[in-house]
């Protein structure tokens, strides 16, 4: 049969897909018409985020202190929410003093912090909390803050509460809930407890949005540190006993830094244990390895299992449910090994190896076995 095409089929204009086009905000594509080639980038610019205002414009008289420990240079979420907290509860003439143990090159400015004070870096192998004690009280000297934010976990919250006691100010821990004048915990039975806004605040995870609508000054200044004070620490009263190496099955799974976790594509279990001995991971699961038996139940990583916060996640053979995404929702980098490209866990991961699991494990752990055998590098 002879089919002829109408007049007005011949002259409908079809779309070429590869003509330029533009990222929406709600991010489909959007073919533009008319445009020209090299156009593309000109049309994505307009999409780009707006600059953010500063807090306040004014000339501060006022200071909130935020205190925090760096991790390798960097500040986790946990930090940042710290920052935001203190920021939103500042005034138009006070500034937000963020000071970093250890140190950062992060933008803290973007953080909404106005001056950024850079702390040297303590002894990681060794115990010094008055060291800790004596930086953070000439700080407080200098700026003499309405309120101190610190997070409530690990050496934040431990510098926190000796600051409590040594100063003698009021603190509250593990806040979930601010306002101007007030501070709120969950107690047993998911009541609320209420006190006056304490002037030592610790806080508990996403008790305040680090996504702010504005920022800060960003100004990082050198605070001089009195040697004399430094020098007459009172060190006798704290024996540091070195480090003590425990076996990393003794490690929870809610405080490992490193965790090597597997899924259902990862059945090599014995390179699996020798690469995270190797690595000095501690080791997870999803809950089909767990079902079917290679994993005990307190390996189980998800929603119905441990919620992490490890700074480095590695999925070998994890798909990605739904219930095991929240469980890594915290998860600083997420690196998923796994043959199928389109899995859910492929757009939570900061990078993927589209790869098999048992040949990636027995290259990585020759890798990391060469790593060690070698002489230590010393640079010129």
Known sequence: MEHHQSPDAAALRRIDPRRPYLIAASGLKRIILGAQDGLRDVHLSRHAEKPKPLRSMQTAVRHMLVLLHSERGTLDDHAREAIAA????????????VAVFGATTDDLGAAAADIVVNLPQLPSTHFFPELALVLAQQLIARYQPLHIFLPDRHADGDLGRRLAARTGRTVAADIVELSVDSAARIVPGGQYARCPLPQIILLARHAADAK????????????????????????????????????????????????LSGGNGMRDMDTFIALAQALGAVTGASRVAVDDGRFVRAKQIGASGKTVQASAYLALGISGAVQHLQGIKDCRHVIAVNLDESAPIVKRANLTLVEDTQALMQALLELVRQARSLPPCTLP
């Open 86 to 97: 203190a920021a939103l509860l500042a005034d138009a003439q006070t500034a937000v003093v």
């Open 212 to 259: 702010l609508p504005f920022v800060g000054h960003g100004q990082v200044e050198a605070v001089p540190m009195c040697a004399a004070s430094l020098a007459a620490l009172p060190l006798a009263q704290v024996r540091d006993l070195g480090l003590e190496a425990s076996s990393l099955d003794q490690v929870a799974l809610e405080e490992a830094d490193l965790i």
